[in-house]
């Protein structure tokens, strides 16, 4: 089975920063990766589709690129309400891997 | 609007089997993919398995294998995760989401906590 890599596993920047976090998956997967946010309490909330596609209403700051084995999530300027965990997921076979997540925090 | 409502919250003996439903309404329910997720306490996320409510096709997590089953009712747009031998290390939040084949989970049910204890 493909594995799903995340790093860091934990970040602390601050209000304004630029934040990157990576997925690395251990074969190829085109860009069929979504990368979610998920709060406290709350239901993980879809982020980006297909490497790059920003979901509806999904503020523009955050953005996702790469292809392949490659990945990142970016924030261009962290805001307070961006304090959570997020996850990659890959979707090019039936089996949808999460990586094991990176909690971010200001 | 789409909404996805599980079943309730649930205790269950080491041994035993679960049975957790998702009622999805607000959109065409044979579309689109139906997921199963859990989530420990204090862990991440680890999807489960998926069905595709049209054929009734699933696949399941190899960590799952032989252990969960996925099943679909069309009639009442209800999709089940069925865990069987539970131990104290399935107590957790099990989640169902939807999806397309091509743009990741986009709504999720409000979860279910199913704790497993003697």
């Known amino acids: 089975d493909i594995q799903m890599t995340q790093s860091p596993s934990s970040l602390s920047a601050s209000l304004g920063d630029r934040v990157t976090i990576t997925c690395r998956a251990s074969?190829?997967?085109?860009?069929?990766l979504a990368w979610y946010q998920q709060k406290p309490g709350e239901v993980p909330k879809l982020l980006i589709y297909?490497?790059?596609t920003l979901q509806i209403g999904v503020p523009s700051r955050f953005s996702g690129s790469g292809s392949g084995t490659d990945f990142t999530l970016t924030i261009s300027s962290l805001q307070p309400e961006d304090v959570a965990t997020y996850y990659c997921q890959k979707y090019d076979s039936a089996l949808w891997t999460f990586g094991q997540g990176t909690k971010v925090e200001i | 609007q789409v909404q996805l409502v599980q079943s309730g919250a649930e205790v269950k003996k080491p041994g035993a089997s679960i049975k957790v439903s998702c009622k999805a309404s607000g959109y065409t329910f044979t579309s689109y993919y139906a997921h199963w997720v859990r989530q420990a306490p204090g862990q991440g996320l680890e999807w489960m398995g998926i069905i595709d409510p049209s054929g009734g096709g699933t696949s399941y997590a190899q960590n799952f294998q032989g252990r969960v089953t996925i099943t679909r009712d069309t009639s009442t747009r209800t999709v089940y995760m069925e865990l069987n031998r539970l131990t104290s290390e399935d107590t957790a939040v099990y989640f169902c989401?939807?999806?397309?084949?091509?743009?990741?989970?986009?709504?999720w049910g409000q979860g279910t906590l199913v704790t497993v204890s003697s």
């Open positions: 074969q190829g997967i085109s860009n069929y």
């Open positions: 297909t490497a790059s």
């Open positions: 989401a939807r999806s397309t084949a091509t743009t990741g989970t986009d709504y």
